[in-house]
């Protein structure tokens, strides 16, 4: 079974400050990587994906993830943190199942901001 | 484009009480998922729907929660009856038809969500 992990539940970091969200991945073959993020009281939001070639990612708002298969990690990366990236950032890995989907979270970081 | 529109908002009920909560999807998305969201379990994968069509509902906790999508613009989630322990927020999302070469895209685009608070 396909399964994710955020090992850090709470980061705190200054405004303009690098960020680095860890993930790691259990999954039996190429994955589909996600990151999303989730604004208090908002839906999830897709930050970037991946799923096959260049294994460094950009996304919005700045951000980047880089794909190592060998460590099974997706870390999600921002080299200048803004007060407006507080959030909850979620990984996630999909699985194609004959025609359907179904995303995997992981249990959320929560990324705080000090000005 | 409108996104994901799910109502209501906020739910409050007593326990035994039937709830119902809606979500159109994204026009064209052939794709519709229900999660649920607690600060204990985070974000299950409730059940989802290809085409109006139920493919996976494991993730259904039990059977006082059903979910029906009678066309293609419309989905409901019904909960009776309600107990406390379905307090949560209630996400619907969907996703555009798949790629026609790796046949999916994988993007979902989720609502705001439904916040039940069961009494």
């Known amino acids: 079974a396909q399964s994710v992990t955020q090992p850090d539940i709470h980061i705190t970091v200054s405004e303009g400050a690098s960020l680095e969200l860890r993930c790691n991945y259990s999954?039996?073959?190429?994955?589909?990587l996600f990151w999303y993020v989730q604004s208090p009281g908002q839906g999830l939001q897709l930050l970037l994906k991946?799923?096959?070639?260049?294994?460094l990612v950009q996304g919005i708002k700045g951000f980047e993830a880089e794909f190592k298969r060998s460590q099974s990690s997706f870390n999600l990366r921002k080299p200048s943190v803004h007060w407006s990236d507080a959030a909850e950032y979620f990984c996630?890995?999909?699985?194609?199942?004959?025609?359907?989907?179904?995303?995997?979270f992981g249990t959320g970081t929560q990324l705080k901001v000090e000005l | 484009d409108a996104g994901v529109i799910q109502s209501p908002r906020h739910e409050v009920t007593e326990m035994g009480q039937e709830v119902t909560l809606r979500c159109k999807p994204i026009?064209?998305?052939?794709?519709l998922f229900w999660y649920r969201q607690t600060m204990m379990r985070g974000l299950e994968l409730l059940i989802y729907?290809?085409?109006?069509?139920?493919?996976?509902d494991s993730g259904m906790p039990e059977d006082r929660f059903s979910a029906k999508m009678p066309n293609a613009s419309f989905s409901t989630l019904k909960i009776q009856p309600s107990e406390p322990r379905d307090s949560a927020v209630y996400f619907c999302?969907?996703?555009?038809?798949?790629?026609?070469?790796?046949?999916?895209?994988?993007?979902?685009?989720f609502g705001e969500g439904s916040r039940l608070t069961v009494l």
């Open positions: 729907f290809n085409n109006n069509v139920p493919i996976d």
């Open positions: 999302a969907s996703r555009a038809p798949g790629h026609t070469i790796t046949g999916y895209t994988g993007e979902l685009f």
């Open positions: 996630a890995v999909g699985r194609f199942t004959g025609g359907g989907n179904k995303l995997t």
């Open positions: 026009s064209g998305h052939d794709y």
């Open positions: 999954y039996g073959a190429t994955p589909y």
């Open positions: 991946y799923f096959s070639g260049d294994t």
